[in-house]
């Protein structure tokens, strides 16, 4: 039923075991790894929530600090970015949400 030989095809493969080598990856250098847009724009707006108090960007800032956090390549100068980028953000938070009220646009005389 079954077309295959286990001796036959062993004897016509012309794939050679002994030369096979496992996979090792390129050494890349720090500096040669590709910019980290996600922390680049998470700390943007960060700084925005912050300055401007605006809700949207501190909680947008969050989201690209999770999402900077999980492709991380460079440990070192990723977490520093990652880090103040949260700072920022979690700022953001807690002056929007706990801090003062904005004055409003209508005064009564």
Not at 5 to 14: G, I, Q, T
Not at 37 to 57: P, S
Not at 64 to 82: G, H, P, W, Y
Request: hydrophobic share 40%.
């Amino acid at each position: 039923m079954s077309s295959h030989n286990n001796s036959s095809s062993s004897a016509n493969d012309p794939r050679q075991p002994s030369a096979a080598k496992p996979y090792a990856p390129p050494m890349v250098l720090p500096q040669d790894l590709p910019v980290d847009y996600a922390g680049f724009i998470a700390v943007i707006f960060g700084v925005a929530g912050v300055m401007f108090r605006y809700k949207l960007c501190s909680w947008l800032a969050i989201i690209f600090c999770a999402q900077s956090l999980t492709n991380m390549r460079n440990i070192e100068n990723d977490l520093k970015q990652v880090s103040m980028a949260s700072m920022f953000a979690i700022m953001g938070l807690v002056t929007n949400y706990l801090g003062p009220t904005r004055p409003s646009a209508q005064t009564q005389k």
